[in-house]
């Protein structure tokens, strides 16, 4: 490290607050896997003095962050943590423009539609429109979902080089989800830009059984994708003479979107036909 880079750091390390780094620290503990977690376990993980941790959590606690369990022993999430990150997600220009389209799209075609944004290896739901449907989704504004198996993911991965993808999924064998889940990354690459050169994804049961879904790319003024947005189909009601249409508003919509987001496509650029995914 330069002698400027360490003035450079010790400057930045004078302004922190070590209580609050250590609160921080200590809520993203929580996570999918590991809901409910003790002091003890906390203390341990963070290395941290079991009585410092004890202050942390009392704290939190008197805030909304973490709550008790009904055993009193362990802590979970609050609610002021969900406040927060709706608070977060609607100051989102992305959000912000996306909304009341995907309400409009929503209205036009009949089908619940989403918007995702890419979160290291998972997407994050960010805003949602559903329709009036018997069937009912699992998904809301902060779902995450693995990105190598979902068609909102595969999108979202477009951009990305071979060496990207194998430093974000550096294992052998990718974690499978359904029959139609890419098993390597050369795999998932392969897939991947055959998605890219098209310009839409759409395909059936590839996450989940009985729901297609038809997604675009949501691009930037930098032309990099920045969201996917999509539509869900219920296999129950998917009608073969309406797709065309349905996907011309699914990638006019994800293009408006990008207008609005500043993006200016190059001269040229392929519009994508529609090739059938459908699984036979």
Known sequence: MTTKAKMSDDAQDKYLVPALER?????SEFNHND???????????????????????MTLESMGFVQRTEGGHDYRLGLSVLRLGFEYLASLELTELGAPLLERLRTDIGFSCNLVVRDGRSIVYVAKSSASTPFTSTVNVGTRLPAHATVLGRVLLEDLTLPELRELFPEEHLESYSSSTPTTVLELFEL????????????????EARVS????????HTGRIVAALGATIPSSRFEPERLDDILTSVRSTAYE??????????????????????RE
């Open 23 to 27: 609160g921080l620290l200590l809520l």
């Open 35 to 57: 809901r409910q977690l003790s002091a003890p376990e906390l203390a341990r993980r963070l290395n941290l003095p079991r009585s410092t941790v004890f202050r942390l959590l």
């Open 192 to 207: 991947v830009q055959q998605d890219k050169e098209r310009g839409f994804v759409l395909q059936e049961a590839f996450f």
């Open 213 to 220: 879904t038809i997604a675009a790319p949501v691009r930037d």
């Open 257 to 278: 979107l990008s207008r609005l987001l500043n993006y200016s496509p190059s001269k040229g650029a392929a519009a994508g036909k529609v090739v059938n995914l459908w």
